[in-house]
């Protein structure tokens, strides 16, 4: 049984400031790894994913994605309060069945 | 997320009713997943489908709970007798097979009184 776990949060960071959230998983043969954003009331939303070790840019968030300790995190830069979301990592399953699993979520909460 | 249309976008039940929820795909993509989201809770699978198949089923429960993709027309996703604790969001994600992700539908939210 695959497990991705992240901390619920809240994390509240204030404007400008640097938000990182990790996700950890269990699964060493994953390959792959997504995050979602989650605003209240409304449906995932894929904002990145990410396939090797290292880092992944795009925007204000950068992926880092590290296999020999079994983590993934989200760093958001120059945090706005239109970030303020749950957000929410995800890694497929590998072979067989695509079939996601998915952490909790980690609330932010970006304040002015 | 655009593409993926789920109705109705919110449904009231009375315990003991039938709900069933639909989804359809983005163009094009023929794989459907349901998933279930309790409030502060994350997302859980239930339920993988393609054109007239089921392919996994291992997160629906096994009892009131069936699904459906037909050849023609939306995905279904049925909960017969509903209870108070089947109240949730019930999203409905597209995927075109052999891709990278999933694309979210907007989501069904069932409250049963």
């Known amino acids: 049984q695959k497990e991705v776990e992240q901390n619920s949060g809240p994390l509240s960071v204030p404007e400008g400031a640097i938000a990182s959230l990790n996700c950890t998983y269990s699964?060493?043969?994953?390959?792959?790894f997504f995050w979602y954003r989650q605003y209240s009331g409304k449906s995932p939303e894929l904002i990145m994913f990410?396939?090797?070790?290292g880092d992944k840019e795009d925007g204000r968030f950068t992926a880092q994605l590290n296999k020999a300790s079994q983590y993934v995190s989200l760093l958001i830069r120059d945090s706005q309060p239109s970030d303020s979301a749950t957000y929410l990592c995800a890694l497929p399953t590998s072979g067989g069945s695509y079939i996601p699993t998915f952490g909790r979520g980690t609330s932010l909460i970006v304040h002015p | 997320n655009a593409g993926v249309m789920q109705n109705p976008r919110h449904l009231v039940r009375r315990r003991g009713q039938e709900a069933r929820l639909r989804c359809s795909p983005m163009?094009?993509?023929?794989?459907v997943y349901w998933y279930r989201q309790l409030p502060e809770e994350g997302l859980k699978f239930m339920v993988y489908l393609q054109k007239e198949n089921i392919i996994d089923e291992s997160g629906m429960p096994k009892e009131r709970f069936s699904a459906e993709f037909p050849k023609e027309g939306p995905s279904i996703l049925r909960i017969q007798q509903v209870v108070r604790g089947d109240s949730a969001a019930y999203f409905c994600?597209?995927?075109?097979?052999?891709?990278?992700?999933?694309?979210f539908g907007p989501g069904t939210r069932l409250l049963v009184l």
């Open positions: 990410i396939y090797s070790n």
């Open positions: 994600a597209s995927y075109p097979g052999g891709g990278e992700t999933q694309y």
């Open positions: 699964d060493r043969g994953s390959q792959s």
């Open positions: 163009k094009g993509h023929s794989h």
